[in-house]
């Protein structure tokens, strides 16, 4: 996946190159000395000429190939190592946890006991599946790493801790607009971060061109934060041959993509077309980050469920990152919930339950679209003024970016007792049929009346 580290374990017999000769910049195989120029923001190292030769050698190596392995956590590893022990007289004394007689854990009726670091196994396991397709190679491979979050906040705040932690440096593009708590989640990790261009106010679309310049000239080996479907606050989002693009952009520079997945089966009804982008991005064969959030498909708000993904070249980058995003959320938050967890494994795992949860989806998205619809038809049938408002129809999810000023969205709650944030997005999952004609009226008169 990535084509700039050099390899030359093939020289010689006795040459290999460990972490240690590449941070030191220069590798000495007999007489002949080679010298690497390494960005310090980068993971990947480039040859520049050296004395009397110059090579440049491309190998498939990992983009997380700078991570190693996390010690056991010094309690809990203890748990691990007594599970891996075999012997009949074992004891683990390790461990401040009550026992029964029989050295069994004794469960009280009015709790539950602690998930593993990494989350709920059956979870883990059907979240990465729902996300990448179950025949997917890269599940089959073992090549992702999985561990539960805190919903997406918590997920995208362990991805900026890892990033933070072993890219030092690197950037993170985020599109602008975006979801306001991204900026936060970054600056709390202390994540550099800029903005691509993506919300073109003249068409009330995607600015394609400038979101594909900003992604060319940003620093090689930059994490781009995408929205897998149903992009918030805008609604808009890229076409299928848009997304091929970008994919090809991002891989030409490098760059990672860090998928944001917050909608998966609410934007289209359908868990697989939502999911097309990352899948898209993983067929390309790169390595790719994404936080998953249950909280609006599933409606588990309050249970605080959801998942990060990284997509590795190889099963042993999987679990050396693995084992250092256990690491980072041991002191972050220690263990997930379980609550939410055995919801999701339930409902996914029961096939009737996964029909009918998908029906739900369905039925949900169509109201959306319904209600879409709806509001387009009564802002083209009372407008007069030839304003083409298409954007509408061609917005995906419950969001929609109606174009309004602060001004106007001021007058929308002022004069017409109508809610919404002042960057003018509206959630079309609070707007019923009956209230669009309503609705209509109110922007109409602020979009017009207010400068």
């Not at 190939?65 to 010094?74: L, N």
């Not at 971060?193 to 919300?199: A, L, V």
């Not at 991002?250 to 860090?258: A, G, L, T, V, Y």
Request: charged letters at 20%; one cysteine or more.
């Amino acid at each position: 996946m990535a084509s700039s580290v050099l390899s030359l374990a093939s020289a010689t017999p006795s040459a290999s190159l460990s972490p240690h000769e590449i941070n030191k910049g220069k590798l000495n195989l007999g007489n002949t000395s080679l010298c690497f120029n390494k960005e310090k923001t980068n993971p990947f190292f480039k040859t520049k000429s050296c004395g009397r030769i110059s090579m440049v050698v491309t190998s498939n190596v990992s983009r997380f190939e700078g991570i190693t392995m996390a010690p056991p956590d010094p309690i809990l590893g203890v748990s691990e190592a007594f599970k891996a022990d075999n012997h009949d007289l074992k004891l683990n004394l390790g461990v401040g946890a009550y026992r029964t007689e029989e050295l069994q854990p004794y469960v009280l009726n009015v709790v539950k006991k602690y998930l593993p670091i990494e989350g709920l196994a059956a979870f883990n396991n059907v979240t990465a599946e729902l996300l990448f397709g179950a025949d997917n190679p890269v599940i089959k491979q073992q090549q992702v790493a999985t561990v539960q979050g805190l919903s997406g906040t918590g997920s995208l705040r362990l991805a900026a801790a890892l990033i933070e932690r072993y890219f030092p440096g690197a950037k993170v593009l985020i599109s602008s607009p975006t979801w306001g708590n991204h900026k936060n989640i970054f600056n709390d990790a202390r994540v550099p971060w800029s903005e691509y261009r993506y919300y073109d106010p003249k068409t009330v679309g995607l600015d394609f061109e400038g979101m594909i310049a900003d992604i060319k000239a940003a620093p090689e080996g930059s994490f781009i934060l995408l929205h897998g479907c149903a992009h918030n606050p805008t609604g808009i989002d890229p076409t299928p041959e848009q997304w091929g693009i970008i994919a090809n952009v991002i891989q030409e520079k490098n760059h990672i993509p860090f998928f944001d997945i917050a909608y998966q089966g609410f934007a289209s009804g359908s868990l697989d077309a939502d999911a097309a982008s990352v899948r898209m991005f993983v067929a390309h064969g790169m390595e790719v980050i994404a936080a998953q959030s249950y909280s609006k498909n599933l409606g588990l708000y309050a249970e605080r469920i959801g998942a990060l993904n990284v997509v590795c070249s190889s099963p042993d980058a999987a679990a050396r990152v693995k084992s250092q995003l256990k690491r980072i959320a041991r002191p972050m938050y220690s263990n997930p919930p379980v609550h939410g967890a055995r919801l999701v494994a339930n409902i996914v795992g029961d096939s009737a339950l996964f029909k009918e949860w998908n029906e739900e989806m369905e039925m949900m998205a169509g109201r959306i679209k319904n209600v879409r619809h709806k509001l387009f038809d009564s802002l083209s049938s009372k407008d007069k003024s030839g304003k083409d408002w298409s954007f509408v129809l061609k917005q995906i999810g419950m969001f929609s970016f109606t174009g309004l000023s602060k001004a106007q969205c001021d007058n929308m709650t002022n004069k017409w007792h109508v809610y919404m944030t002042k960057d003018g997005r509206i959630s079309l999952a609070g707007l019923s049929l009956a209230k669009c004609e309503y609705l209509a009226d109110a922007i109409i008169d602020s979009y017009h009346n207010v400068s």
